[in-house]
T-cell receptor
Framework: KAGVTQTPRYLIKTRGQQVTLSCSPISGHRSVSWYQQTPGQGLQFLFEYFSETQRNKGNFPGRFSGRQFSNSRSEMNVSTLELGDSALYLC?????????????FGEGSWLTVV | EDQVTQSPEALRLQEGESSSLNCSYTVSGLRGLFWYRQDPGKGPEFLFTLYSAGEEKEKERLKATLTKKESFLHITAPKPEDSATYLCAVQEGGNGGYNKLIFGAGTRLAVHP
């Protein structure tokens, strides 16, 4: 059974550009959430999608956005990149996000902003 | 405010030297407490979920326990391959909690032969 797949694994962008990251959840999982991991702040919740609807959002500026498609695949977008956006972006999937469902993480996308 | 605190920040053990990692939490309605292992450059690997005080789960050399205020990850006779960062996270209860995990800063474990 394939795990959570994230693409690309590594990317370098310039300040002011935008970036789109992709996540394919485990087959059958309908909930996808995104996290940002940095050395200083640790793992922080960005947002969660279920059945193409955003259910929950963390404390990040509006430059961070996401969406989910009908096949549960998800993308997140960061516009007007800043140096501080350099981080490991992790996607997690779960059957439906209810209590009792295991939450699995992908390997992440490493974003470097120069 | 919901909060997760892990201690110690770093732990160095000799192979075979058992120890425990601590995760204390403050959350409005706990739906689940998760333990993950993270190796450098990789995503968190799921270990355990605990749901109610008194619950215990084991996997190989690891055993996780839960009280109303904290969780412990006990490592028995660790091996060098157990070296990693161990992350604790709580899943909030109530409306909108869903997959929102609040993570602690992690404990970096180094096991030396």
């Amino acid at each position: 059974k394939a795990g959570v797949t994230q693409t690309p694994r590594y990317l370098i962008k310039t300040r002011g550009q935008q970036v789109t990251l992709s996540c394919s959840p485990i087959s059958g999982h309908r909930s996808v959430s995104w996290y940002q991991q940095t050395p200083g702040q640790g793992l922080q919740f960005l947002f969660e999608y279920f059945s193409e609807t955003q259910r929950n959002k963390g404390n990040f500026p509006g430059r961070f956005s996401g969406r989910q498609f009908s096949n549960s695949r998800s993308e997140m977008n960061v516009s007007t990149l800043e140096l501080g956006d350099s981080a490991l972006y992790l996607c997690a999937s779960s059957f439906d996000g209810a209590s009792g469902n295991t939450i699995y993480f992908g390997e992440g996308s490493w974003l470097t902003v120069v | 405010e919901d909060q997760v605190t892990q201690s110690p920040e770093a732990l160095r053990l000799q192979e075979g030297e058992s120890s425990s990692l601590n995760c204390s939490y403050t959350v409005s309605g706990l739906r689940g407490l998760f333990w993950y292992r993270q190796d450098p450059g990789k995503g968190p690997e799921f270990l355990f979920t605990l749901y109610s005080a008194g619950e215990e789960k084991e996997k190989e050399r690891l055993k996780a326990t839960l009280t109303k205020k904290e969780s412990f990850l006990h490592i028995t006779a660790p091996k060098p391959e157990d070296s990693a960062t161990y992350l604790c996270a709580v899943q909030e209860g109530g409306n909108g909690g869903y997959n929102k995990l609040i993570f602690g800063a992690g404990t970096r474990l180094a096991v030396h032969p």
